[in-house]
């Protein structure tokens, strides 16, 4: 199926462009230029997601002028946040996360989210009220400069019974599309389960991160959540630089409410712990975990962790992705993700499994070689 809405104009890669990032962002880039080379139209471009993250949070200071501003917007983006900017300059027009079992970030199904500004800050907001989006404050019931995009989500496994047609009918793909996988899509880890695990910090780190998301769709209770939910992110993110800059809470001139309380009391502890392993305390990594530890009314808590065999990662790979690619038409482009320095894919399988991926695209579809752009970022940081 190709709507007719300026895609007739689109001029054709003679082979399909293959992209291997190490950072699941830096993806953005080769669609924008794809969009530029008029391979991909401006507007109403699908991508078909494959991760075990789902990336669709939105950097809470990002303005909406900023993620119109082409691709200026690149350099402001990081792994977790980089597709709704595209969404809200209206580049894409659906997602579509295909999730492996153990990825329970958002429920299955299609809905429609408006993103847009909000009125007041004009920074990116969505008009979601899933607890994904509420956990990181990112709902506003009021949006200018709107835009709406499809968001699907559904779920990919190697089970015998799986029923791919039902998939098929559910994401509905249809040109132009890109196609973007994620190597952790087949085995991930959550990293930041092992930081300085004998003093069970991500558990404490929960605790004080910790929310409770309201039961209710009113408008006006969400709001005043948001509002509340936002402050405490504030406090913590100025706790913890000020803890980055100065190692220790003295002289703080903040807030001191109950985050400041339960901050101090975690700072010994860390502390010691950093000690006996012979390094500095890494306040911005601890913060990192608070931030991915959610709250109430998600269906998992913390970043999901599914180590899986070489020989899982194989029969998925060979059988379930080789089947479930062959029932698409070909992509416009492919862009892969080693996200393997962050730790999200296990560096010790990292190369196994992008080799798998690339000889199966290899045999599915005419692409061109793959542009291993990974190495030349190893290159720049060794010189």
Avoid at 349 to 367: G, N, R, S
Wanted: glycine share 6%.
């Amino acid at each position: 199926m190709h709507p007719s809405n300026g895609n007739e104009n689109l001029k054709r890669f003679k082979k399909i462009p293959l992209h291997v990032v190490e950072e699941h962002n830096d993806a953005l880039q080769f669609i924008y230029s794809a969009i530029g080379g008029k391979k991909l139209p401006v507007e109403g471009t699908t991508l078909l997601h494959l991760d075990s993250h789902p990336d669709m949070l939105i950097d809470r200071k990002l303005k909406g002028d900023e993620a119109r501003s082409g691709r200026k917007v690149l350099e402001l983006l990081e792994i977790e946040n980089w597709i709704v900017p595209a969404a809200a300059a209206g580049h894409l027009s659906r997602v579509v996360w295909i999730r492996p079992p153990w990825a329970k970030q958002l429920a299955d199904g299609t809905r429609v989210v408006n993103v847009g500004d909000h009125p007041a800050t004009g920074f990116l907001r969505v008009d979601s009220i899933e607890p994904y989006y509420l956990s990181d404050a990112l709902y506003s019931s009021q949006l200018v400069n709107k835009r709406k995009f499809i968001f699907t989500v559904a779920e990919l496994n190697n089970t015998n019974e799986f029923d791919f047609n039902k998939l098929y009918n559910d994401i509905g793909i249809s040109h132009p599309y890109i196609l973007d996988i994620d190597l952790d899509f087949f085995s991930t880890a959550n990293p930041f389960l092992s930081l300085y695990e004998n003093i069970g910090l991500y558990d404490r780190i929960g605790e004080i991160f910790h929310f409770s998301i309201p039961d209710t769709d009113d408008v006006v209770t969400l709001d005043n959540f948001v509002q509340q939910r936002e402050r405490q992110l504030d406090e913590l993110e100025e706790l913890f630089s000020h803890l980055d800059e100065h190692g220790s809470l003295n002289n703080y001139a903040g807030i001191r409410s109950k985050y400041y309380n339960k901050v101090s009391d975690l700072v010994p502890l860390v502390t010691a712990e950093a000690e006996r392993l012979g390094e500095r305390p890494d306040w911005w990594a601890i913060h990192a975990a608070g931030c991915t530890k959610d709250g109430e009314g998600l269906e998992e808590e913390g970043l999901p962790h599914h180590i899986s065999p070489n020989e899982h990662i194989m029969k998925t790979i060979e059988q379930t992705l080789c089947i479930f690619l062959k029932g698409l038409p070909p992509p416009v482009l492919i862009t892969l993700a080693r996200s393997s320095k962050d730790g999200y894919c296990p560096p010790d399988q990292v190369d196994f499994i992008q080799t798998l991926v690339i000889e199966l695209l290899k045999e599915l579809y005419v692409v061109d070689e793959p542009n291993l752009h990974y190495l030349n970022e190893d290159i720049e940081q060794k010189g």
